[in-house]
């Protein structure tokens, strides 16, 4: 029997989330939009494929990625080529009833099989428990009797020796009785699925579900088939308490009474957007007061991988590439100094030696969300032990301007958020991150580092992402000047009145790129 609608494992888990996501799949995948972060959750799963592979051992791998039907076509004779010698065949294909599925490793057992599949995630999700439920159900109706499910995740506590051998980063774990529940429902959702797909498009409003277990490329557009959201809604106050009022049958904050606001950090929140009033508590002035000079204003850029690249790093270890700092000798006295690795090498030694030149033996370190900061610290100091204890000192300079931001300032032009993108616009109107070209937030730069370490990245395109990574990291450090002086006065900055902020130290570091083990 043909069936309508050609389903895969990767269309069905789709599918599970919204099923109108599955729907635009089918009908309109010109809809779609893949945003940068996504591309790079592609790239590090390709990359953590190919060393799930090496550690597995011997095999063969079934290529043809877009060509469904020449790897449907392959599989049956590699997998016999690798049944006497008990060997893994990667990337195999398998069809039933209209469903297709690729696993990632299948070896031959006595009496069946076994499959593994490999997750770049440090822990086990539910929806990687139906991901193998779908590929050993396609596998099981192709005629290969699966016994045995792995599941392969990063172990976080691994830490790779730099020396090639990776045995130790995966985690495999027996989930074969763990998917029963699953395998079992799979037959009746794809029914359910197909009848879907046969009628108009599901009315299904956004909401949660659409950045979760996965972002939807669709995002965009079904928001745009709902009526306007209120200029002021309940999401502006996060979490549980929007949950709650949306629950009540709230939907404009301007609407919601005091009494249903349950902290007084949320209070005041309300209180400034139904005004549309800015709040800013002056005792902050004697926090501020306490500050000496010179003052340092550090900020970080980091890149991290699941599979490490480098000796002494973890799965998804941050690893500082980058700092910028504008120094405050005196009041109204501003330079700038910046370091930038993008050679494909270990940034650590020096990284650590130009920050801590920079930063001295005295005067406070201003960072926003200190916890970031300090853990990268820390962690630096055991990459380079050889200037621990300079590096140790300097957690006890640090002083966060995120605490001070969210007790003593809030702007309804903040819409809720405490980010310093949405905190410095309303305090430094020339300070905008929209503006910036290129890179403009912390996962971008992680991305850009990615591309320009790439030997396969031409001389122009490293240059000009080189150029914008920079231009971030200076505009975070800046806009870290303008927090404070603004809280240190009470009104808005203005960039002239920083004065001509000269760099005077640009360290940075190239090479014909990564070349990881």
Not at 22 to 48: K, N, P, T, V
Request: aromatic share 10%.
């Amino acid at each position: 029997m043909n069936q309508p609608y050609r389903l895969s494992k990767s269309k069905i888990l789709s599918g599970l989330q919204c099923p109108k996501r599955l729907w635009l799949e089918i009908h309109r995948r010109d809809l779609a939009q893949l945003s940068s972060a996504s591309e790079h959750i592609f790239r590090m799963g390709h990359l953590l494929g190919d060393k799930a592979r090496e550690i597995l051992g011997p095999g063969e791998l079934i290529r043809h990625e877009t060509n469904i039907a020449q790897a449907l076509s392959e599989t049956p004779h590699v997998l016999e080529r690798n049944v006497a010698n008990r060997t893994f065949v990667y990337e195999a294909a398998f069809s039933y009833k209209g469903v297709v599925s690729r696993a990632d490793a299948f070896v031959k057992l006595d009496d069946g099989w076994r499959m593994v599949e490999v997750k770049a995630s440090t822990a086990i999700k539910e929806y990687y428990l139906q991901d193998c439920a779908v590929q050993s159900w396609v596998a099981e109706g192709a005629g290969y009797a699966v016994r045995e499910v792995h599941l392969a995740h990063l172990n976080n506590q691994f830490v790779y020796r730099g020396d090639g051998d990776y045995r130790g980063l995966l985690t495999f774990v027996d989930v074969t009785q763990r998917i029963q529940s699953y395998k079992s429902g799979v037959e009746s959702r794809v029914a359910d699925f197909r009848v879907m797909l046969s009628g108009a498009e599901p009315d299904i409003q956004t909401g949660d579900h659409c950045g979760a277990p996965f972002e939807c490329p669709f995002m965009h557009y079904c928001s745009a088939q709902e009526p306007a959201s209120p200029e002021h809604p309940v999401e502006i106050l996060h979490g549980n308490t929007a949950r709650r009022l949306r629950a009540d049958g709230y939907d404009d904050l301007l609407t919601v009474p005091a009494a249903a606001i349950p902290s007084a950090s949320q209070l005041v929140i309300w209180r400034a957007t139904r005004l549309n009033e800015v709040f800013y508590d002056a005792s902050v002035k004697k926090e501020l007061d306490a500050l000496g000079y010179p003052r340092y204003f550090l900020d970080f850029e980091t890149v991290s991988s699941p599979v490490p690249v480098w000796a002494k790093i973890r799965p998804y270890q941050q690893v500082p590439f980058q700092w910028s700092c504008h120094t405050e000798s005196s009041p109204g006295i501003l330079t700038h100094q910046e370091f930038l690795d993008v050679s494909g090498n270990l940034p650590a030694e020096e990284f650590a030696r130009s920050m801590l030149a920079t930063l001295g033996s005295t005067g406070p370190i201003v960072v926003y969300n200190a916890s970031f900061e300090a853990s990268r610290i820390r962690e630096l100091a055991q990459l380079a032990p050889e200037h621990s204890t300079e590096l140790t000192a300097l957690l006890e300079r640090i002083v966060d301007l995120l605490p001070l931001v969210r007790k003593y300032y809030y702007h309804p032009a903040m819409m809720g958020s405490y980010s310093i993108k949405a905190v410095v616009p309303t305090m430094c109107a020339e300070l905008d991150y929209a503006e910036l070209d290129g890179v403009a937030d912390g996962s971008a730069a992680q991305r850009a580092w990615w591309d320009v370490a790439d030997p396969a990245c031409s001389e122009r395109h490293a240059r000009e992402t080189r150029a914008s990574l920079l231009r971030y990291c200076k505009a975070d450090t800046l806009a870290m000047v303008a927090v404070l002086q603004f809280l240190a006065r009470g009104n808005p900055v203005i960039l002239d009145e920083l004065g001509c902020i000269e760099t005077t130290a640009s360290i940075i570091r190239t090479t014909a790129g990564l070349r990881p083990h």
